[in-house]
């Protein structure tokens, strides 16, 4: 069983930048695809972004294309999520989820496609 831990939120202004960590332990994520989603007060859960066990792959949802990025490093089992130019829309719960991954190079974008969670982190965007 994977286990995951997200850090790095906190407080920024608009136009700011943070950088989401998740370490994974208990297991090796390399055969693991990775994605990030969030959940702001009173909405429900979203899907971020994605990245394939190998890292060659990943997708956005379209609000954060080009702000966003989704990085990995297997060795040091940890993904990361670099946020820039954040909205206060930004601001909400993020979290950092893991699936098995068969098939190489895919990229989940459901949440119900991922079996292991962390507990979040908050990330605040103020105007």
């Known amino acids: 069983q994977v286990q995951l831990v997200e850090s790095g939120g906190g407080l920024v202004q608009t136009g700011g930048s943070l950088r989401l960590s998740c370490a994974a332990s208990?297991?090796?994520?390399?055969?693991?695809?990775m994605g990030w989603f969030r959940q702001a007060p009173g909405k429900e859960r979203e899907f971020v972004g994605g990245?394939?066990?190998?890292?060659?792959?990943?997708y956005y949802t379209d609000s954060v294309k080009g702000r966003f990025t989704i990085s990995r490093d297997n060795a040091k089992n940890t993904v990361y999520l670099q946020m820039n130019s954040l909205k206060p829309e930004d601001t909400a719960v993020y979290y950092c989820?893991?699936?098995?991954?068969?098939?190489?190079?895919?990229?989940?974008?459901?949440?119900?496609?991922?079996?292991?969670w962390g507990p979040g982190t908050q990330v605040t965007v103020s105007s």
């Open positions: 989820a893991a699936t098995p991954s068969p098939r190489l190079g895919t990229v989940y974008y459901s949440d119900y496609e991922y079996d292991y």
């Open positions: 990245i394939s066990e190998s890292g060659v792959n990943t």
């Open positions: 208990r297991r090796t994520i390399s055969r693991y695809a």
